[in-house]
């Protein structure tokens, strides 16, 4: 017996169905086009997509990528890496190619760790960008100390450090306010940012990106030539209130960690907050 929603569906209407969904699907494959956005309006273009609801997705095929050199960098075999930096990672390489966006975790659960682990996973030339020369030296630290990245193929780009990258696949770790200067420059800066401006970049690591001025991050983020970039932060929140922004100078937010139950797992330290009252001069 039929049930009171059965019914019978006649054998020509499936035909016609079926023939209609095929033609869609033609449809759909011969709408696919393939061209270049010069490089002074990729801006204007992201953010016309995201103002009608169609924001771009930046994806690298490093995989396939042949004409790009190899990065020598792998993790040390004793580096162990915790479940929520997995999963962030997983977001980012999830369909077997690097999207661009942002992760965010809280202060101390590692979030250079993250970003190196994306650098080993690539292995093309990275470029690492800070917002001070002492975050500087923890990155440069950092990389010695959890790969097996040789050691000429890391350099720092800072007032005091201004050695060229090595000519093949490396890794350049500077400040925001060193590629995004706009007046004169040694001799020696300006060598090393002509081969910042000429290098493909597989990788471009942004750390704390919740702090840097939009002018110079935009400056930072059009003087170099990335295929793939990943905003690292602790809260996406900005004083200036442009954090739309960086949804279409990096991309959008891929992964971010609860807090609460990092610090439930030990993973990160016990938050204890105190209010203190003071008379007013």
Known sequence: AKTPFAFDVDESYLKFARAATEEDDEMLADSIEDFEVDATKVREVKE?????DWPLLEEYDFRNDTETPELPIELRPETRIRDYQSNSLSRM???????SGIIVLPCGAGKTLVGIIAACTVRRSCLVMCNSSVSVEQWYNQFLMWTQLP??????????????????ACVLVSTY??????????????????DIRQREWGLLL????????????FT????????CKLGLTATLVREDEKIDDLNFLIGPKLYEANWLDLQAKGYIATVSCAEVWCEMT
Do not use: W, Y
Request: hydrophobic fraction near 35%.
């Open 48 to 52: 016309r997509c995201n103002e009608l």
């Open 220 to 227: 930072c983020t059009t003087r170099t030539k990335s295929r």
């Open 206 to 217: 942004l750390d704390e990106v919740h702090v840097v001025p939009a002018a110079t991050f």
């Open 93 to 99: 390489f999830g369909n077997h190619r690097a999207r």
């Open 151 to 168: 050691k000429e193929r890391i350099t720092r780009f800072t007032a005091d450090h201004k050695q060229i990258p090595h000519k093949e």
């Open 177 to 194: 306010s060193m590629v995004s200067f706009n007046g004169r420059r040694s001799v020696e800066a300006e060598a090393v940012m002509a």
